[in-house]
């Protein structure tokens, strides 16, 4: 039988991972091949794989950890989007602080499921809010050097790495963020592109169909920092529950100004987002807002452009914050929200948290003494 192909795109958090591979599904679809996704999450009600489905992709998921430490999982979710209506390509997106994927997902499919997968070049997405601070080593680029530690290390380790949101930026910070990653990364195959536009990604489409080489080498990793500086992270996934008293509501204006609030406390008690997002999601609607950087306000990245008289608000925070004051920011706004809106608030499924240290199901270093 023909091997499926493995795709994973790697990046920090808010880098434009799953957009960027909402898009690619797209254009393999349109060359006639079946897509079946994976995300993953550290916990339960991921917003990423609600936002695929209702595009109408079919999308397996990870929870509970990221893919290095639930590699038995990743392998069985694999498998059962290869059931019936077998895809020819997964593509498969790891928690955005996770690195050392190479050694501990890659090498480990290489090596045992040989027959079955057939890997693609590991792809990287650049952040660019966070990058261009960590790139160009200002002072204070919003989290510790830990932190910074894990975005550089997931660079490090790609064969690609994609340079995102260029509909943003000006083409000299585009010029300088592709300068600065080959600098420093002289092996990397760059490519800049806007996964919300489409411009670039037909390259990097192609390229990711392109037989893998086959690395010599993974990166040296320190697993005390990398856990540090993924434990920086408050970690809160939950649904708020809105129900209008007496009308119907505009769903992104409701959803803009929820996350409009959680941001401007969460930055008022000087934490630095990887990424905030909430899904507002009811019967067929979905619209999904998102914060990923301090001095940039949120935006709404999916519009419902409905009225609605409930809605399901499903919130996935990751701030470098106390789990336990990103709880209560949420429990607060949740609250005034209510007021604010006429509507009952109630906040279910909560889960927050630090992530735990990293604890690899295998490890298959290349190249190291
Ligand atoms: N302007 C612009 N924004 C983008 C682009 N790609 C993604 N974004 C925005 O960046 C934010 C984060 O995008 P996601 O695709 O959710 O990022 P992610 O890497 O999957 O995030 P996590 O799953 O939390 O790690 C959203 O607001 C997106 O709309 C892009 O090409 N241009
Ligand atoms: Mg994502």
Redesign the pocket.
Known sequence: MKRLRYVMIG?F????????IGRLARLYREQGLRVGIVTNDQAEGLV?TLSLRAQGFDVGEVTGACFCCKFNDLVRVVGELAGDNRPDIILA?PV?SCTDLAATVLEPLRHLYAAEVELAPLAV?LKPEHGEKILGDASNVGFSPKAAYIFLKQLEEADIVVV??I??LSLERVDRLVDQVQERFTDKQVVAL????GVGCDELAQLLLEPENGRAKTPEMDYDIYAEGEAELGWLNCTVKVRGVDTAFEVDDLLADFVERLAAKCESSGAEPA?L?VLAADDDLTAVA?W?CSGIPP?T?IRSAVKAKEVDLVVNA?VAIAPEILTSIVNEVAKELGLGWSTNTEVVEMQSFRPGRPMPTHRMPLGQS
């Open positions: 990046g958090l808010g880098a434009g991972k799953t957009t960027l990423d997106e955005g997405v995102n949101k509909d943003k806007s996964a919300r536009t990424h997002k998102n990923v935006e990245s990751r």
